[in-house]
């Protein structure tokens, strides 16, 4: 119901939080807490894994970290982040090409809020579940490029930059992608960089999941000169170093484009938490980081064959990917994920609808309607035997 006398739009919040929302009332409590099952949820586990680095449980922070932050982020941080795009992807950059944010969707609602009106976003209709938000409130023009079973979830190149020669376009994506898993690597990595990011055309790239594959992949691998392109790598430390409770994200761009989006934070941002950035110093710590990107990639590849093992035999088909830590399951019958979810919330768990990642937005009308995103993200490898039986009595209900 439309309030007229209103002085604020509403806004509905993003599909997940409305599945947590319905989780709530009709289980009683929080998702997350003790006795549910978080299958629905996009973090990863943020304690020690299997051969990983411990977790940072202290920092030092003195008078001069309680004072304002630099409206770019900190010098220590951000050439600490370039260093590690140029040890482990060859790339050339330096501070001067990142810019810190409060985690990885302020960086891209920032891009999308300075993009130039004429140009046209290219995205796939099968993506991360925000875009959508994003782009609708940005009043962002865009063109949804098919994202299907038909395609098995992986648009070719042709169809991301199709369209007329003289119209502006910038590719948005997710890769590994959410919800799929999918991952863009090697030559068609690089054949995308080449054909998006340049002249007329730009490419921002969601890379949240760069450490989530066997190898880590990033598109800074295949950029030689940023300052010279419209590519716009987004990252954080909110999946591969464990840590989205600190709110840690950037954007590696060319620097006339880092320059813009400090001067807007010099007046909508006011920088990030100094104590926050300190944390991800720690994060980066040379021993640290190698250990993450060795121990993050074998474990989640366990858990993911593991899932996929168990949910092919319970009659799931899987359109799964080989990145990320989420499997994009459909339903067998004619059974739909938010039946399934009603299912599930009375056994205190829940999965995120495959509508809610359909940017088409058809609701109980999308061709996604019986997909669903299982989240094995924050899952210990102990709960796995009843993730299974629970799932399996939903489906057999």
Not at 200 to 209: C, P, Q, R, S, V
Request: proline share 6%; with cysteine; aromatic share 12%.
């Amino acid at each position: 119901m439309i309030d007229n006398n209103s002085f604020l739009t509403h806004v509905p919040p993003m599909g997940i939080y409305e599945t947590l929302y319905a989780f709530q009332n009709s289980f009683g409590t929080y998702m997350g807490e003790k006795g549910t099952h978080p299958w629905s949820q996009g973090f990863p586990l943020t304690t020690q894994i299997p051969g990983g680095p411990e977790m940072p449980i202290s920092i030092q922070v003195t008078s001069e970290d309680l004072k304002y932050p630099k409206a770019w982020g900190q010098p220590e941080l951000r050439q600490t982040i370039a260093e590690y795009y140029n040890h482990y992807y060859g790339s050339s950059i330096d501070l001067e090409n990142v810019m810190i944010f409060a985690g990885g969707r302020p960086g891209l609602i920032a891009l999308l809020m300075f993009l130039q009106p004429d140009i046209r976003i290219q995205i796939a209709s099968t993506e991360y579940t925000p875009y959508y938000d994003m782009l609708r409130l940005m009043k962002r023009e865009y063109h949804l490029v098919e994202s299907t079973i038909d395609n098995q979830f992986y648009p070719s190149i042709e169809q991301y930059i199709e369209g007329s020669s003289n119209q502006r376009k910038l590719v948005l994506l997710s890769n590994p992608c959410n919800p799929t898993g999918i991952t863009r690597k090697g030559d068609q990595l690089k054949e995308l960089v080449e054909r998006s990011a340049f002249a007329d055309n730009g490419l921002l790239i969601d890379e949240a999941y760069e450490l989530f594959h066997t190898t880590p992949v990033s598109a800074m691998e295949y950029i030689d000169d940023i300052d010279n392109s419209n590519l716009f790598v987004a990252g954080a430390a909110t999946k591969g170093l464990q840590s989205p409770g600190i709110r840690i994200g950037w954007v590696v761009a060319a620097k006339k484009y880092i320059e813009i989006l400090g001067n807007y934070s010099s007046f909508g941002m006011g920088g990030v938490s100094r104590p926050s950035q300190l944390y991800a110093l720690h994060l980066f710590n040379k021993e640290r980081i190698e250990l993450s990107r060795n121990a993050i990639p074998d474990f989640y590849d366990g858990q993911r064959n593991r899932y996929g093992k168990r949910f092919l035999e319970l009659g799931l088909q899987l359109f799964s990917g080989d990145g990320g830590f989420y499997h994009w399951c459909k339903l067998p019958g004619d059974l739909t994920a938010a039946e399934l979810n009603n299912r599930l919330f009375k056994k205190g768990a829940a999965i995120l609808k495959g509508t809610d990642c359909d940017m088409h937005r058809l609701e109980e009308k999308s061709h996604l309607n019986q997909f669903f995103r299982f989240s094995f993200g924050p899952l210990l490898p102990e709960s796995f035997e009843s993730d299974i039986t629970i799932l399996n009595k939903a489906l057999a209900n």
